[in-house]
């Protein structure tokens, strides 16, 4: 947690937390959460004992896409609260100590954005050229075959305005920039200094792979029709502008994360866009192809060694994720079983590389039912959205019981009042598993050694110097034999049995997941 030259930067140390803001919290009565909810619950964030804390956007927003639609970039939405509850969020965040991550939406805007209002009813004027936009007729054809990321339709749609297509490779209403435009650099850039002179740590960069783009707009190639741009877009305009990008946040003090989201298939692609030591982009890259991977050892493993070939070629730091406001939640996903989601923890957190943990993951929510007639969100991706639980009452600590979403299920027992107040909860399993992440140097920063073992076990060694962790994960509902090297057993963390119990030294549980010290 230090800037010092030569020192390690915070983000490689640390524990990151993900709050969706519209569902961490309501303290206005408004039914969706708020930044004053986050802050009355940063002591939560404390207890766990994460270091930084993501914030979804809360910018001004007509919310068509949850926020990343953005109208203003340097504003916050008045049904989050205002600047100075953001900056007290802020305030009160640093006096805990945990850095402050704010999501950057520069792909696109919302198209209530006054820049694309102008853009569509004045193609001469200021912003004629900060978008895509295309001749054409309203019957087609289409400028190219692009696909958006979200429903798969077109990437373009016809604005009677402007009487010219638009490019979105989003939802309709989110309008694709046109960083090919240095007035657009600008713009975006003071966006950044914004909240860099307000005093965040550093930016969640939302697609930031599609920023750059091939001037021609090319049709994809046959073999990739009906893939959309989001995994697909490499190009050599978003690495010059993310060098710029970083330049611009190491232009101030401290260390100031770029975190990027490239959702990219391929591991060498996301790479790419950290750059190189004299060239440098990214200081992180989301690595999601993992997050994909159902709960299996085989798939775990190679998706392990291969991380760990790839970024030790690159000298890169990894990060793990299981769950975000994209997917459906990984308990729910692996099938329900809440002995997969402890395993899962001390799979997240006994890896080498930053771990991000998504809000309600540490009561091992599962994702909410969301009928139809109170669905948000156009793509699914309501139910791993659903309020958070903060105490067992009807209310669970919201203002209201009918809020934007349902709630999850089992929240009279998987809320954050139950589940710090009982010691063998998946609650602190993840609290005890971050303090140990922080108490032992091979695990905050050791090497990692994949083991041989059961083809249903995933484990591995992590060193620091004198100091040696065996991380072991049974994937099955079953017994399996504990790797040898295995020796003590840091009870605290074992996923079955409570603190202090001791599990078989040779065989471990179904599901079981253990840290153990050499
Ligand atoms: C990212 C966000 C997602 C959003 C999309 C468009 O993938 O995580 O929620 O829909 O970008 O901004």
Redesign the pocket.
């Known amino acids: 947690m230090s800037s010092d030259p030569g020192e390690r930067p915070w983000w490689t140390a640390a524990v990151a937390y993900q709050v969706y803001p519209r569902s961490f919290c309501d303290t206005s009565g408004s039914g969706e959460g708020d930044l004053a909810g986050i802050t009355a619950h940063l002591d939560h964030l404390s207890w766990l004992g994460v270091d930084a804390v993501w914030l979804s956007p809360f910018y001004p927003s007509p919310m068509r896409?949850?926020g990343?639609d953005v109208s203003d970039y340097c504003d916050v939405d008045p049904r989050y609260g205002d600047l100075a509850a953001f900056d007290h969020l802020l305030a009160e965040s640093h006096r805990r100590g945990l850095k402050v991550i704010v999501d950057w939406?520069p792909?696109?805007t919302s198209d209530q954005h006054p820049w694309f209002q102008s853009s569509r009813r004045d193609p001469d004027g200021p912003h004629g050229d900060w978008y895509f936009w295309r001749d054409g007729t309203p019957d087609g054809p289409m400028p190219n075959n692009w696909v958006e990321?979200?429903t798969f339709g077109p990437t373009w749609s016809w604005d009677d305005v402007r009487g010219q297509w638009y490019l979105h490779n989003?939802y309709p209403s989110?309008p694709d920039l046109n960083w090919s435009n240095p007035a657009v650099q600008d713009a975006m850039f003071d966006t950044l200094r914004f909240w860099l002179d307000r005093g965040v740590d550093g930016f969640r960069m939302?697609?930031i792979n599609l920023i750059g783009k091939d001037p021609a707009l090319p049709d994809v190639d046959p073999d990739y029709v009906g893939l959309p741009q989001?995994i697909l877009n490499d190009r050599p305009e978003t690495h010059e502008l993310l060098r710029r990008i970083r330049t611009l946040l190491d232009s101030y003090p401290g260390d100031r994360l770029a975190l990027g989201?490239v959702?990219m298939l391929d591991i060498g692609s996301i790479l790419g866009h950290l750059g190189t030591p004299q060239a440098p982009e990214l200081h992180l890259a989301f690595n999601f192809p993992p997050m994909r991977h159902p709960w299996a050892a085989g798939p775990w493993r190679e998706g392990i060694a291969q991380t760990e070939r790839d970024y030790g070629a690159a000298g890169a730091w990894p990060t793990w994720v299981l769950s975000?406001?994209?997917i459906a939640r990984h308990r729910t996903r692996y099938g329900g079983d809440e002995r997969i989601a402890r395993a899962a923890a001390v799979l997240l957190l006994g890896l080498r590389g930053t771990p991000f943990v998504y809000a309600g993951e540490e009561l091992g929510l599962l994702d909410a039912e969301v009928p139809e007639d109170r669905r948000d969100d156009l793509?699914g991706?309501d139910g791993c959205r659903a309020p958070i639980p903060w105490d067992p009452t009807p209310t669970h600590g919201w203002v209201r019981d009918d809020n934007w979403l349902p709630w999850p299920p089992e929240t009279v027992t998987h809320n954050v009042t139950t589940m710090t107040g009982d010691a063998g909860s998946i609650a602190h399993l993840y609290r005890e598993m971050i303090a140990l992440r922080k108490a032992h140097p091979a695990l905050k920063s050791g090497s990692l050694e994949l083991l041989d073992t059961d083809p249903d076990v995933v484990a591995w060694r992590r060193v620091d110097g004198d100091d040696v962790v065996v991380v072991a994960v049974n994937f099955a509902d079953s017994p399996r034999p504990a790797p040898t090297s295995a020796a003590t057993l840091l009870s605290s963390v074992a996923t079955i049995g409570s603190r202090g119990e001791t599990a078989s030294e040779t065989e471990l549980a179904p599901y079981e997941a253990r840290v153990s010290e050499v």
């Open positions: 896409d949850g990343y939406v792909n696109h990321s979200l989003f989110q939302d697609v989001v989201e959702a975000n406001h994209d793509a991706r």
